[in-house]
């Protein structure tokens, strides 16, 4: 700071200026209100339809975000502005006040090209003729004045500093990085250069104090964006790849032997911290996106370090990365892939670290795997990231015609003539790649690759983070994420295996098929597609029906498939029922009267529901059959213990793909149809359920026919509750539901007899009823 510049500031202009943000966020806030009560939640209450469901109650949303994040931008900024006048007016005033004190002492303060000197006015003389020696006194007045100058200058620098980051945060629109005040701000920058600092230190060399202060400080900071930028762009991407790898080779001693049990917070923390820069739009961090990939393939640490995409992966296991950064990175990753396995022939070369054998390295402390191989954290990854894991499985893994691809295929003539094929990133990771083996210290085989892949896919084909329930703003589903779910069906229906071999993968496939199930219930429909009874928003999944009858076969040879999938079904068709009853002209068959045509479409309704239940049902009781008292019990538990997932989802529909239901467009499914589907969903949970004369109507059992008959007196209960919720009974239509939940179930008994060949049919399905 120039002591001219401060001595005679005005302040005039920029007092004004903060007077304007001031009365900017006054106005974004009642913007901010304005699209949210106005725009964004009547969005996601009108009835929508077709396309305006799709896009437009999307971009709305989008938009009202936006005003949020504009309101939280300008009042970021108009505190740092507001507190940086302050303090310059405050130093201003110092400045002054000790420049006429220096006068009174006889000194005068003057201006000396960009700084000041400080001269004595007069030469008073003592009786003796002499002159004092007024040195310390003119330093000292000199030294007072520069740390005002100095205060000034760091109040204005620092100013700059946050207020350039966090412009550059976005691109386009508009940083949600909130700021209470300036200083606030600059502590986040600030800390952020002291970290960076010392993770560019030899990691060898790194004391326990420093890694505390590490520790502590992404603790701290992990979710504060300028801080995120800030140590991500000062580090660089070659220093965190350095820093990492060279953290966990076992070399620094003293933090193997005294923060070992730290190292999973560490990894935790810097894995927050850059994945929230990654969200950055600014220069240095686009930068380093595309450095960070371009380094994927190198060695870090020598020629027997891991390999770059190695060390990012388990970076990636917690936060959430930018979409186009994953995209980009899993492109890259695949690519090296191929290359190192020869598109998958040798699996034996997969992600060594280096030399002959490879050298042992643990690169990941949130879990049990090593995390040697790149694609356990890329997965984790994705599955915090709906829209890159989406645009992921979808991609080329290999081309049809690409002269080194080994993969055929029998084709569908009779010749049986076996053909290339070309493979997504799906079908290669989820058919055909010999993910790499490893035990846990106990001895047991670790999946954590695959169970991680079956989260990524949750979330790819969703809409929604893995382990989440969907929101009134999660989208309706697209056609590259029904797609997906296509393939899936495809995939498993063809080898079951894939998944009854792999039992780890069956929470997230239930969770999947609990979001689809009003396409489901479409498929396996007698009308097939019938857009009235049935009605979804977005794009619709159409696997065949014995593609998805071998698919929910499977599913229901799991406990955890199973649960999904029984409470996600029984909470559909209950506010699917209580849809029809409020809204009863919309689904009508010309045919027939408005009461009559209820009625048939709740019968179909119904009947759907009954083959669902008996396609599952079927599952469970084969693996009765096989594992006995054991396995009834891991289903009743799993039941038990999804309570609470039935009761979340209930009050937002199942997987928006019917958003609101209140009328032919219609998803987020009604406060009351919602507490309709918990009363029936806690009855399942419970262990049984009872009708309104105290009769069980519902059991937890092992017996195929125990379960049919508990499928049909639980859609009439059903029928029930949806009617007295909204204001009318239909006691015909609740009679004709149970006997066609029951025929239902006995189409399932046949389609499983035809579609699931060999030993996987339990023999009850014959012996009973």
């Known amino acids: 700071m120039k002591f001219d510049a401060l001595y005679h500031a005005n302040f005039t202009l920029l007092s004004e200026a903060v007077t304007d943000w001031g009365t900017l966020v006054t106005s974004l806030a009642q913007l901010q209100k304005d699209a949210e009560t106005g725009l964004h939640q009547a969005a996601n209450k009108a009835n929508w339809a077709g396309v305006n469901q799709q896009v437009s109650k999307e971009f709305i949303g989008k938009t009202a975000g936006e005003f949020a994040d504009a309101h939280t931008q300008a009042n970021s900024i108009y505190r740092i502005l507001e507190d940086t006048l302050?303090?310059?007016k405050g130093f201003h005033q110092q400045l002054t006040t000790a420049v006429s004190n220096a006068n009174t002492k006889g000194f005068s303060v003057l201006p000396n090209g960009d700084g000041f000197m400080v001269t004595l006015t007069t030469r008073p003389q003592d009786p003796a003729g002499k002159e004092p020696d007024r040195t310390a006194e003119m330093t000292a007045v000199r030294d007072d004045i520069q740390k005002i100058l100095n205060q000034a200058s760091t109040s204005?620098?620092?100013?700059?500093?946050v207020l350039k980051a966090l412009v550059d945060q976005s691109e386009l629109g508009f940083s949600g990085a909130d700021y209470k005040d300036r200083d606030s701000a600059a502590e986040a920058v600030k800390e952020a250069d002291n970290l960076a600092r010392l993770a560019k230190k030899d990691p060898h060399d790194l004391t326990v104090k420093e890694f505390d202060q590490l520790n502590a400080g992404f603790k701290k900071y992990a979710d504060d964006p300028l801080f995120a930028e800030r140590f991500a762009a000062t580090l660089g991407p070659q220093k965190t790849l350095e820093f990492w790898s060279g953290l966990t080779d076992g070399r620094n001693y003293d933090v193997v032997d005294e923060r070992r049990d730290q190292l999973d917070d560490l990894q935790r923390g810097l894995s927050l911290t850059l994945a929230g820069a990654s969200q950055s739009d600014s220069s240095a961090m686009t930068a380093w996106k595309r450095d960070m990939t371009g380094l994927g393939a190198t060695r870090i640490g020598g020629d027997s370090g891991p390999m770059g995409f190695q060390v990012m992966s388990n970076l990636m296991r917690v936060g959430d990365y930018d979409d186009k950064f994953l995209t980009g990175y899993g492109n890259r990753l695949m690519a090296e892939e191929k290359?190192?396995?020869?598109?998958?022939?040798?699996?034996?070369?997969?992600?060594?670290?280096?030399?002959?054998?490879?050298?042992?390295?643990?690169?990941?402390f949130l879990g049990d795997d090593t995390g040697a191989d790149p694609l356990t954290g890329y997965m984790r990854g994705l599955a915090n990231s709906p829209d890159a894991a989406t645009t992921f499985f979808n991609a080329e893994y290999v081309a049809k015609d690409d002269p080194n691809n080994p993969f055929e295929r029998d084709s569908d003539d009779e010749n049986s003539y076996k053909g290339k094929v070309g493979l997504s990133n799906f079908q290669y990771l989820f058919e055909e790649r010999d993910w790499p083996q490893e035990t846990n210290l106990k001895g047991d085989d670790l999946h954590t690759g695959q169970n991680y892949m079956a989260m990524a896919l949750e979330a790819a084909t969703t809409g929604h983070p893995a382990g989440e329930m969907p929101t009134a703003d999660t989208p309706p589903h697209n056609s590259q994420q029904t797609k997906l779910f296509e393939s899936i069906i495809s995939s498993i229906s063809q080898k079951d295996t894939l998944l009854t071999g792999n039992g780890y993968m069956s929470d997230s496939m239930g969770q999947i098929t609990a979001e689809y199930m009003p396409d489901i219930h479409r498929q396996l429909s007698a009308g097939k597609n019938d857009e009235a009874l049935y009605p979804v928003v977005g794009s619709v999944a159409n696997p065949g029906e014995k593609e998805l009858t071998r698919f929910l076969y499977a599913l229901?040879?799991?406990?955890?498939?199973?649960?999904a999938v029984n409470l996600g079904q029984y909470s559909y068709t209950t506010q699917l029922m209580h849809h029809h009853f409020t809204h009863p002209g919309v689904y009508l068959d010309p045919g027939f009267s408005q009461s009559d045509s209820l009625?048939?479409?709740?019968?179909?309704?119904?009947?759907?529901?009954?083959?669902?239940?008996?396609?599952?049902?079927?599952?469970?009781?084969?693996?009765?059959?096989?594992?006995?008292?054991?396995?009834?019990a891991e289903y009743n538990s799993a039941l038990e213990s999804a309570g609470t997932w039935g009761g979340t989802v209930i009050g937002i529909g199942i997987g928006m793909a019917t958003a609101p239901m209140t009328g032919p467009g219609g998803a987020v499914i009604g406060d009351v149809a919602g507490t309709v589907a918990d009363e029936l969903i806690g009855s399942i949970t419970g262990g049984m359920a009872k009708d309104s004369t105290d009769e069980i109507v519902y059991r937890n059992g092992s017996l195929f026919n125990d379960t049919r008959d508990s499928t049909y007196s639980l859609v009439e209960e059903a029928a029930k509750k949806a009617g007295e919720a909204a204001g009318q009974r239909?006691?015909?239509?609740?009679?004709?539901?149970?006997?066609?939940?029951?025929?239902?179930?006995?189409?399932?008994?046949?389609?499983?007899?035809?579609y699931i060949e060999g030993e996987g049919v339990p023999r009850s399905l014959d012996s009973e009823g």
């Open 86 to 88: 302050g303090e310059l």
């Open 156 to 161: 204005d620098s620092s100013a700059a500093t």
């Open 339 to 364: 290359q190192l396995t020869a598109y998958g022939q040798q699996p034996n070369r997969v992600w060594q670290f280096g030399g002959a054998g490879g050298t042992y390295q643990r690169l990941n």
């Open 556 to 563: 229901g040879r799991n406990p955890e498939g199973y649960a």
């Open 599 to 632: 009625k048939q479409g709740m019968e179909g309704v119904a009947k759907t529901a009954g083959q669902i239940e008996g396609i599952i049902a079927a599952g469970r009781a084969y693996e009765n059959e096989v594992r006995g008292a054991e396995a009834d």
């Open 730 to 754: 239909h006691p015909l239509i609740e009679g004709s539901v149970a006997n066609a939940a029951e025929s239902g179930f006995d189409t399932a008994r046949s389609k499983i007899n035809d």
